[in-house]
């Protein structure tokens, strides 16, 4: 009897269980801690109003935390569709694609939202200058910057063994963030296009990628090499 393999039984199973219920927990205090602004935008959420819901902050954290359970029940539906046709890493890989879209459409949701000065007459305001705007983007901003793709550099090189190292991480988030600054320029959003919103955006993707670097990397060991294995010798 393997008694190592059944000792490490129990602390691995203890943290599947851990880690969603950390999960939970965490979306449930900052659910409780902004709770005042979510449910002032609720009613009008509630009543399919575009104003005052999808084109505020509150509003679109509300319905990105409404919409939690059904991105469960969506990953829950992938896994065990992959399970039944026999795939492997079923839950990771349904976890990463549902993961991917929920934690990043809010947040282009936000970036895309127009200005009060939106539309042909909007004053067209463009910072090429490296770290200039850093200063004025304030912690909340430059936090709100780096979260704009980590869920895509966080979950991508798991769901995309081809994405799995660093440099191309850094290239998927700024090209991202460069065709985000360019819709707010073309569309005029009333937006400041920026290069340090690029580089932030970017770095945040990398930050979330060596994040989940364990569970990538795996990801990449799994998948079978093209080259050609070489033959087993003939037993003598």
């Known amino acids: 009897m393997n008694h190592d393999a059944s000792l490490s039984a129990p602390p691995r199973r203890m943290r599947r269980i851990a880690l969603p219920g950390l999960a939970i927990l965490c979306v449930a205090g900052a659910a409780y801690v902004v ?27 509300l319905i990105t935390l409404v919409a939690l359970p059904l991105t ?14 026999g795939g492997t890493s079923a839950w990771r890989m349904s976890l990463a694609e549902v993961g991917m879209v929920h ?21 067209v305001r463009v910072s090429l200058i ?11 901003g430059i936090v709100g910057n780096l979260l704009v793709f980590a869920a895509l550099g ?16 850094l ?14 320029y073309v569309l005029r959003l009333d937006r400041v296009t920026s290069v340090d ?13 060596l994040a989940s670097r364990r569970w990538w990397r795996t ?4 998948v079978p090499s093209d080259r050609p294995r070489p033959a087993p010798a003939a037993a003598g």
């Open 154 to 169: 966080f979950f991508a090189p798991i769901r995309f063994a081809a994405l799995a190292s660093v440099p191309r991480i």
């Open 197 to 209: 919103d690029v580089l932030v955006n970017a770095a945040g993707a990398v930050l979330a990628a």
């Open 219 to 222: 990801t990449a060991s799994e």
């Open 35 to 61: 709770r005042r602004p979510l449910m002032m935008s609720a009613p009008r959420c509630m009543a399919g109003r575009w104003h005052g819901c999808f084109d505020t902050f509150n509003g679109v954290v």
């Open 72 to 85: 469960v029940l969506v990953a829950w539906a992938l896994a065990r569709r992959r399970r039944a046709a």
């Open 130 to 140: 490296p770290l200039r705007d850093l200063v004025t983007m304030g912690p909340l």
């Open 103 to 123: 934690g990043t459409v809010p947040f282009l949701w936000l970036t895309m939202m127009p200005g009060g000065q939106a539309g042909a007459d909007a004053p």
């Open 171 to 184: 290239a998927l988030g700024a090209g991202c963030s460069v065709l985000v600054e360019t819709a707010q």
